[in-house]
């Protein structure tokens, strides 16, 4: 019976830290190899990080790249390694200074073996769309690369290539592959789990093919990619599922007999011979025989998380990654007694420990007894310091310094924002003095509508909740407070009524629809792009729609200058979602 047995590397790259990059992917080909794997898989561009962005404008860049792959070479000795890299020139591995026509980059994988790159295969399809750009750096590849080892054809492509069913995968099945080893930096978003593991059920079904797919894991400024890499069977099957948020080496022996019967079976194999490509390079690999042959290798099937579990934890991996590799060690965050700076405290909490964290309640006149008691209730349940700087002599400051030149005139916004932008100030004072990182704690609701101040709570460093919705975030409360042994968020910060505490009595539904309302249009309308009678045959009234939407638009310039945070819908404000400030479309 013909096996390969193969290992995925689920590992956590940091973009641009090549070297730190080469010793991991070394690290886990010498794993690979204990586990006596004939293939270990990286993912796609597992060398640079992924997105390098304009990193791979830089020359150097892209050189210091193409010798860590040569790097990682010299470590691969009786197994292949498929490693994901920046290629460049027709072949994707130029020499040190390309030749005329050579200097076209490519997001490549490298097949590597025997201390030499045997063969580059060259992404076909580029994704253009919400996050990504890939249009902007790379061309894409035309050629099949297919390797033969202990009997077994295999073929490598990467990410896209496999979502879409006129990709290389059929092609790649015609010319006789039988396990497609397919290489992604796939980001989460909510669901996106599920229909991935739909999709590549169907590329393996309709093309009778074994599919290896390798998801690499972390957070990269606003994306979290969350693992879960998979190998599915020829008839869909999902055979295993590494572990998600989490680095992970998946390692299963695949029984590819299997694949040659059902590729006899009536009008398979026509199907399968009338589709090419446009040129192949086959190799054949000779590995020497594998010790402790009796003895299989069982994948993991791992049970993926629910879809609020799986938000979390999203949310948890994008604080600890953005704290981590960008030379953070303790985050500062505003406590206000409200839910959302509660979440926030909480996901901090889970990401850094809760000795990296420090709370700021910082009172106002308007602020009430409940939030104090609930700011140090909260701070005790996590374990966190905190301190109080009361904000109202700074305010009254302000005030009789702006007086005469306001003439007179009543308080509005106007003083509200003071309030938010003077604890702005202060926060930001901590960051420098101590060199925390502001987390701000604003939710998609209020940054949708704008429902927020500039250069005041939306002053930091990264917005960990900027895409959950509110209704969202009263759900990830509740889930939080089912783990552990104790609830760490309190039952009164929950209960209470939205407020900013800018103003006397003063509650978000004041100027907003209620949360269960607001929420879903702006679903439709940010996320889905409907329109207004769209929106309003869903069933809610015009006016509220057409209110709703105005302050959407109205609040782009807001939200250009706002920190970045982490994506877990399928559209987030930054790179999901590019709108004009200037824009008279209404």
């Not at 999203?314 to 509660?342: E, P, T």
């Not at 709703?548 to 807001?558: A, F, P, T, W």
Request: hydrophobic share 40%; with cysteine; charged share 25%.
């Amino acid at each position: 019976m013909r096996t390969l047995r193969i290992a995925m590397a689920q590992i956590n790259p940091t973009v641009g830290d090549i070297a730190g990059n080469v010793r991991a992917i070394k690290s886990w080909i010498k794993e690979a190899r204990r586990a006596k794997a004939d293939v270990v898989a990286f993912p796609e561009l597992a060398v640079t990080g992924y997105p390098p962005e304009d990193l791979l404008l830089k020359p150097r860049f892209v050189e210091d790249n193409r010798r860590a792959l040569d790097e990682i070479a010299k470590e691969c000795k009786d197994i292949v390694a498929v490693v994901g890299y920046v290629g460049q020139g027709a072949h994707g591995h130029a020499k040190a200074q390309p030749a005329a026509g050579q200097h076209e980059l490519s997001n490549a994988a490298a097949i590597v073996t025997e201390r030499r790159v045997l063969a580059t295969y060259r992404k076909w399809r580029l994704p253009n769309y919400g996050v990504f750009d890939e249009r902007r750096y790379f061309h894409p590849g035309r050629m099949l690369a297919l390797v033969t080892l202990r009997g077994v054809t295999m073929a490598v492509n990467i990410c896209e290539d496999i979502w879409v069913p006129d990709g290389p995968t059929p092609a790649q099945a015609a010319a006789g592959a039988e396990v497609i080893v397919n290489i992604n930096a796939s980001p989460f978003h909510i669901a996106k789990g599920r229909s991935r593991e739909q999709l590549l059920a169907t590329r393996a079904r309709e093309n009778g093919v074994i599919v290896t797919y390798t998801n690499t894991v972390g957070g990269q400024d606003e994306l979290v990619f969350d693992g879960n890499s998979l190998i599915l069977d020829q008839s869909g099957e999902i055979i295993a599922r590494g572990k998600a948020f989490q680095e992970d080496l998946i390692v299963a022996d695949l029984a590819v007999d299997a694949v040659s019967r059902g590729r006899m079976a009536p009008g398979r194999r026509k199907s399968l011979t009338g589709r090419s490509a446009s040129s192949i390079q086959r190799v054949a690999v000779s590995l020497p025989a594998r010790a402790g042959k009796g003895t299989k290798a069982i994948p993991p099937l791992e049970t993926p998380p629910g879809e609020l579990d799986e938000v979390y934890r999203a949310l948890v991996l994008g604080v600890q990654d953005y704290v981590r590799k960008n030379g953070f060690r303790k985050a500062v965050i505003g406590l206000s007694g409200g839910v959302d700076s509660a979440l926030t405290a909480a996901i901090a909490v889970d990401a850094l420990g809760a000795a990296n964290v420090l709370g700021l309640f910082m009172p106002s006149p308007y602020t009430s007894k409940e939030s104090g008691e609930d700011v140090a209730d909260l701070s005790r349940r996590l374990g966190i310091d905190y301190q109080t700087i009361a904000i109202t002599p700074t305010f009254e400051a302000y005030r009789q310094s702006l007086a005469p030149a306001f003439g007179g005139r009543p308080a509005d916004t106007t003083e509200e924002n003071l309030q938010a932008r003077i604890r702005g100030n202060i926060l930001m004072a901590f960051s420098n003095k101590f060199g925390h990182l502001v987390l701000t704690t604003g939710n998609k609701s209020e940054m949708s509508v704008g429902y927020a101040t500039l250069y005041g709570d939306m002053a930091g460093g990264f917005a960990v909740i900027k895409d959950v919705p509110k209704t969202m975030v009263y759900e990830l409360t509740a889930l939080r407070n089912r783990l552990g042994t104790a609830a760490v968020i309190p039952k009164r910060t929950i209960e209470r009524a939205p407020t900013a505490e800018l103003r006397p009595n003063q509650k978000d539904e004041d100027s907003l629809p209620p949360y269960p309302l607001l929420d879903p249009i702006l679903k439709a309308y940010v996320e889905e792009d409907r329109s207004l009678d769209e929106i309003v045959a869903m069933g809610f009234e015009r006016t509220v729609v057409a209110k709703v939407m105005g302050m959407v638009d109205r609040s782009e310039y807001k939200r250009r200058q706002a920190p970045i945070g982490i994506k877990i819908t399928h559209r987030a404000f930054g790179k999901d979602r590019r709108m004009p400030i200037t824009n008279g479309y209404r």
